[in-house]
């Protein structure tokens, strides 16, 4: 699946997103509204993840959507 497809999709694949990153809250899903350089951003922050390795983890994901 491409990322166009999640962003134009937000609402709908933002459940899928709390299930693989519980700790984003719903405010900060909802100010994220598809856009994957925020998301990365934020599963960097909350998780203490490199940057290489949020984007390993949305490519990951994204692969199984």
């Given at each position: 699946m491409d ?7 937000w ?5 899928k997103?709390k ?19 925020q998301?990365e ?11 290489d ?13």
């Amino acid at each position: 699946m491409d990322w166009d497809r999640i962003e134009g999709n937000w609402k709908q694949f933002t459940g899928k997103v709390k299930e693989t990153w519980g700790q984003l809250t719903d405010d900060e899903i909802a100010e994220i509204n598809g856009d994957r350089e925020q998301l990365e951003g934020r599963i960097q922050a909350r998780y203490g993840y490199a940057k290489d390795k949020a984007r390993e983890e949305v490519d990951n994901w994204l692969d199984r959507m």
